[in-house]
């Protein structure tokens, strides 16, 4: 089974230990678009808008890639500041695709309450509660 891990840019270094302990779970581990790459879109204040505009493009076109060819999608959401559970724009746009497509959405702490909680609700995201054996047991 192919698992896209999907989160904020911010928690890419958290990435690592999660990706090495979906592994052992026997997944086929996707990484975002960007991850381990020196991406442009980080360095967002340095681009004119145009090419922002363009490398954002790129990237959403990656993301489609990826989730049209993962099993399910699972996301990495942790606190930021004044922001427990963060979920950003892009990757609630990653969920919704994942949706449309009918595959499973997991997030590894609950539903972040934002402005569009009731969205994600919407999407029927399964919580693990940081607990990965629960992603295994719900594919089984």
Avoid: W
């Avoid at 975002?32 to 959403?60: C, D, I, N, W």
């Avoid at 940081?130 to 594919?139: E, N, P």
């Amino acid at each position: 089974m192919k698992i896209l891990i999907a989160t904020s840019y911010s928690f890419y270094p958290r990435i690592e230990p999660i990706k090495k302990s979906l592994e052992e779970l026997d997944f086929e581990v996707l990484l975002p678009s960007g991850y381990g790459e020196e991406t442009p879109v980080y360095r967002t204040r340095e681009l004119s808008e145009e090419e922002f505009v363009r490398v954002k493009q790129a990237l959403f076109r990656r993301d489609d890639e990826h989730v049209k060819s993962s099993d399910a999608l699972f996301v990495l959401n942790y606190d930021k500041p004044n922001a427990p559970n963060y979920i950003g724009g892009a990757v609630f746009l990653e969920m919704f695709r994942a949706y449309q497509q009918g595959k499973p959405i997991y997030l590894y702490n609950p539903i972040p309450k934002c402005n569009f909680s009731d969205e994600i609700r919407g999407l029927a995201p399964k919580v693990l509660n940081q607990d990965l054996a629960k992603i295994k047991h719900a594919m089984d």
